[in-house]
DNA sequence: GACCACGTAGCA
DNA sequence: TGCTACGTGGTC
């Protein structure tokens, strides 16, 4: 499948996120200052503290090191145990940038915080998970899913045509 | 889930 | 301006 490029979306389709991060919403659920903050591209740098961040030298052995002239990709060794933590997608009526949206995750370095994307919603669940992607819940209109379910939800009304009951626009 | 390719953020 | 390597989509 043509990989998408900033700012390019499918045809049809009317949400999700392209290469570089940018996300896209249905019509009328984002204003421009919301989408600019929303669309905002960050990187998180390696803490410098765990164990593989004192490391040294690459292995020369991993895929990663083996394929370093286009993979670009720090050594498996190297790679630091906070950069290993998934962000996650946060799903709530409306806006979802606030503070209640942030995650923490417990590391070889302690409790450091996920990187919430941010989705604008509506409230509801992913209806192809039958809500089992739902990690947790903070507040009475916010739900919060592991990215890879909601990326789920976007193949499955991609690719299968799938229709959500409960009028999420996840 | 591992691997690979790619664009480019972040920094020196 | 060049280098490292993060984040992500796509493939296997
Ligand atoms: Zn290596
Ligand atoms: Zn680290």
């Known amino acids: ?3 998408l490029r900033h700012g390019e979306r499918r045809e049809g389709q ?7 991060g940018c996300q896209w919403f249905e ?12 669309c905002q591209k960050k990187k998180r740098r390696r803490c410098g503290e765990c164990v593989p961040c004192t ?5 020369g052995k991993c895929s990663n090191c083996r394929n370093r002239k286009t993979g670009h990709q720090i050594c498996k060794q190297r790679k630091c145990e906070v950069l290993k933590t998934k962000s996650w997608l946060c799903a709530e009526v409306g806006i979802s940038n606030s503070a209640n ?14 990187p919430c994307l941010g989705i604008g919603g509506v409230e ?3 209806v192809i998970s039958d809500r089992k992607c ?3 819940r903070r507040g009475k209109d916010s739900f919060r899913f592991h990215k890879k379910c ?6 499955g009304r991609r690719e299968r045509g799938h229709v959500s009951q409960t009028g999420s626009k996840i």
């Open 1 to 3: 499948m043509k990989k």
């Open 124 to 126: 509801g669940a992913c």
């Open 134 to 136: 739902v990690k947790g």
């Open 150 to 155: 909601l990326l789920l939800c976007r193949r």
């Open 101 to 114: 949206a942030q995650g923490t995750t417990e590391t070889s370095v302690g409790k450091v915080p996920v």
């Open 55 to 59: 490391r040294r030298e690459n292995c």
């Open 14 to 20: 009317t949400d999700g996120i392209c290469k570089s």
């Open 27 to 38: 019509a009328g659920t984002v204003d421009q200052p919301q989408a600019l903050v929303l």
